[in-house]
């Protein structure tokens, strides 16, 4: 018969408990891995009771806690470092936007002015495009997710309008007679009348007879 060191061994395969975390009971009492079973009465069709080792178990669970232990402070360090990324780029939203609220003064006054029919320098436009282009670009380096991404999204939307404003703005201030609600029309109405008069054309030539007589008065 086999000592409980063979039988830990035949049943570490089947269970996965490794040998030295096992305990072999008998009949209640532990059986060391040096005894023979058969000295101990074990026989074939005996019971016999495997506990995992308490020592072993504590040691696991201890593992399994200090795991879950470093797994929470893993994702309380990570949703720390979300949240910090998150207000880095709210913060550097919300800068955008101040400074475009400022341009949008900008393009607002030269609105004014091209509506008015003053001519505008193009100069104008290419600074205040230029500057929009800046605070694109800022817009486009913020790595930004959840709300913040979609803050970014709005300014990124607003700052394109305003180009578009100023494209439009442009081309008027070039052409100020290309907005028809602007344009003057001016047009000239001929009046007609029965003798011609007032008209491109004239009337036709009368016609009168002429009588030339031999009659001659004579004088003294």
Same mark, same amino acid.
Request: glycine residues 4%.
């Given at each position: 018969?086999?000592? /409980?060191?063979?039988?830990? %061994?035949?049943? !570490?395969?089947? #269970?996965?408990?490794?040998?030295? %975390? ?23 069709? =005996? ?6 080792? /308490? !020592?072993? $178990? ?10 879950? $232990?470093k ?9 720390? $470092?979300? =949240?910090?990324e998150? &207000? ?5 939203? !919300?800068? +955008?936007?101040?400074?475009? *609220?400022?341009?949008?003064?900008? +393009? ?5 002015? +091209?509506n ?5 320098? *193009? %100069?104008?436009?290419?600074?205040? !495009? ?7 670009? $800022? ?34 201030? &070039?052409? /100020?007679? &290309?907005?028809?609600?602007?344009? +003057?029309?001016?047009?000239?109405? @001929? ?7 007032? &008209?491109? #054309?004239?009337?036709?030539?009368? =016609?009168?007879p002429t009588?030339?007589?031999?009659? @001659?008065?004579?004088?003294?």
């Amino acid at each position: 018969m086999a000592r /409980p060191r063979e039988l830990k %061994k035949e049943i !570490a395969q089947r #269970t996965g408990l490794e040998p030295e %975390k096992q305990r072999v009971l008998f009949r209640g009492k532990e059986k060391e891995d040096k005894e023979h079973l058969h000295s101990a009465g074990v026989k074939d069709n =005996s019971k016999v009771l495997v506990l995992e080792n /308490p !020592a072993s $178990k504590e040691k696991k669970m201890q593992e399994m806690t200090g795991s879950k $232990k470093k797994g929470e402070e893993m994702t309380a360090s990570k949703e720390m $470092k979300e =949240s910090e990324e998150m &207000s880095k780029a709210l913060a550097a939203v !919300a800068g +955008v936007r101040k400074e475009v *609220d400022k341009l949008s003064e900008r +393009v607002a006054a030269l609105e004014v002015t +091209v509506n008015s029919g003053t001519k505008v320098a *193009d %100069k104008e436009f290419d600074v205040s !495009a230029e500057l929009l282009m800046r605070e694109l670009l $800022k817009l486009d380096g913020v790595e930004a997710e959840g709300e913040a991404k979609l803050q970014r999204k709005a300014e990124v939307r607003r700052v394109q309008n305003f180009h578009e404003t100023l494209d439009k703005l442009k081309a008027r201030n &070039s052409n /100020p007679f &290309s907005n028809s609600s602007n344009a +003057v029309s001016v047009t000239t109405n @001929w009046e007609t009348f029965d003798s011609g008069t007032g &008209s491109f #054309t004239s009337p036709p030539p009368k =016609s009168y007879p002429t009588n030339v007589t031999q009659d @001659w008065e004579q004088f003294d």
